[in-house]
């Protein structure tokens, strides 16, 4: 299993990273994990926007991470790694500088929203653009509501990348409303407005992961959330804050952590625990869907960690049955589909899923790339506009054999790698080098468990 392939082939003037995945024996451990990626980014950005020096542990190190660290330094932030941590000499909000060349954002669409965002509200011109992944990728979901602030915004037809961003400062206080469930669209107009005078209202009508909350009123920022009469969120920001450096902990990523748990829920005989990993309530629906598929999967030692929960997690071998996905849960489990789409073809039964619009906009086409695979490996798909519908194997082994196209899509990459552990034939994946953009080291971490 988690073979690398002698052959090679040239990609984007770069190198490919072909690998072979296939039957394993029980997983058993307990793996380490990478840093929650949504928590971290929002690490960065907030200590930079705090005046002095913060130090950041358990940073996810993934190369979208490493988007985000360059393009808050080409903005005049200082970040380096010292030791196990990350210190940032934080500016202060309304300080970040012109930079002098376009930021390249590589694969991260959380980066470009984000900074975005934070950059909107500043009196500087910055130009955004990314991989080919990235510039197929709407931009106008982020462009349009911090137009209202009165930043100005120059886009590649059908408002994609590149987009370079006209800031305005002072930029003006709005009411925002959400009109797609996203937490980089909030999350964006929350860092603008940071440095905006006055109070900025984010009302989102369907609640999604509220990393960004959190994080700033650990740095100390005049925030308040109430829950709204139709079930959403109202998000109230005082600008010109002052926030204060401290230091902070990064849970691990409970959307990591999905590809081993489904590869311990699938192989035989596996029996894993993962320590620390993030469970907030708005990330980790996909644990609770797998209670009632009849995972076998346990929560311990529940905590907190500087403002978001944790916990241990213990997973075994387990029969699970099909479900249908309550839409509800989706903006819970929004990374989780792919992921999920693996276990569901390893069920018993039918597992139905649809209002999965989203997914066809995110690093790939989830959905029709997930369709593709899974029937190449010999599952039992339907596709329909907004979902899968997946009849599985009742737990038997699928037939694999497959060449796998991960599409510059890291969970893509990894859904299959989990596959190939419990095919007939091993799985190719013709290129693994986009798994590092959340999960440097995934393919030794999940060899190391089935030794
Ligand atoms: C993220 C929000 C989600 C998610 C993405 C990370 C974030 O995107 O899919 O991987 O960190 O805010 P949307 O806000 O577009 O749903």
Do not use: Y
Request: contains cysteine; hydrophobic residues 40%.
């Amino acid at each position: 299993m988690g073979r690398p392939l002698s052959k090679a082939k040239p990609m984007h003037g770069e190198t490919a990273l072909p690998m072979e995945f296939g039957p394993a024996g029980p997983l058993r451990g307990t793996p380490g994990l990478p840093g929650d990626k949504s928590i971290s980014h929002r690490a960065l950005m907030i200590a930079a926007m705090a005046r002095g020096r913060s130090r950041i542990n358990g940073l996810c190190e993934g190369s979208d991470l490493h988007s985000t660290a360059s393009a808050l330094r080409a903005m005049g932030v200082r970040i380096e790694r010292d030791g196990d941590s990350w210190t940032v000499d934080g500016v202060g909000s309304g300080c970040l500088l012109q930079p002098e060349r376009a930021l390249d954002m590589g694969n991260s669409g959380t980066s470009t929203r984000l900074l975005m965002g934070l950059t909107a509200s500043h009196p500087i011109t910055a130009t955004f653009t990314g991989d080919s992944s990235l510039c197929r990728r709407p931009m106008d979901r982020v462009t349009g509501p911090l137009g209202r602030i009165g930043a100005d915004f120059a886009s590649a037809p059908g408002g994609r990348l590149p987009v370079t961003v006209r800031g305005l400062c002072p930029a003006v206080p709005a009411v925002h409303r959400l009109d797609i469930a996203s937490a980089q669209v909030k999350s964006a107009l929350l860092l603008a407005a940071l440095n905006i005078p006055g109070i900025t209202r984010v009302i989102e009508p369907v609640p999604t992961r509220d990393h960004s909350e959190r994080m700033l009123a650990q740095f100390g920022a005049d925030i308040e959330v109430r829950a709204t009469e139709e079930g959403g969120r109202e998000i109230a920001l005082r600008g010109e804050a002052e926030l204060k450096p401290r230091e902070i902990g990064i849970p691990g990523d409970i959307s990591a952590a999905a590809f081993l748990i489904v590869a311990a829920l699938i192989v035989p005989g596996s029996e894993i625990a993962i320590r620390g990993v993030g469970v907030n309530p708005m990330r980790r629906a996909l644990v609770d869907l797998i209670g009632e598929m009849g995972g076998r999967i346990a929560l311990r030692d529940r905590g907190d960690r500087d403002g978001e929960p944790v916990a241990d997690l213990e997973v075994r071998h387990s029969k699970l049955k099909g479900i249908d996905v309550p839409p509800a849960l989706i903006p819970a489990m929004i990374d989780e589909f792919p992921i999920f789409f693996v276990a569901a073809a390893f069920a018993e039964g039918v597992s139905r899923t649809s209002g999965l619009g989203e997914l066809r906009v995110k690093e790939s086409d989830r959905i029709a790339a997930m369709a593709e695979g899974l029937r190449a490996i010999g599952a039992n798909v339907e596709e329909s506009e907004d979902g899968l519908a997946i009849e599985g194997s009742g737990g038997a082994p699928l037939a694999g054999g497959a060449r796998i196209e991960s599409r510059l899509d890291h969970r893509i990459a990894m859904s299959f790698a989990v596959a190939g552990l419990h095919s007939k034939t091993p799985i190719e994946i013709d290129d693994m080098r986009p798994v590092a953009t959340s999960f440097p080291g995934f393919a030794e971490t999940q060899r190391g468990l089935s030794r």
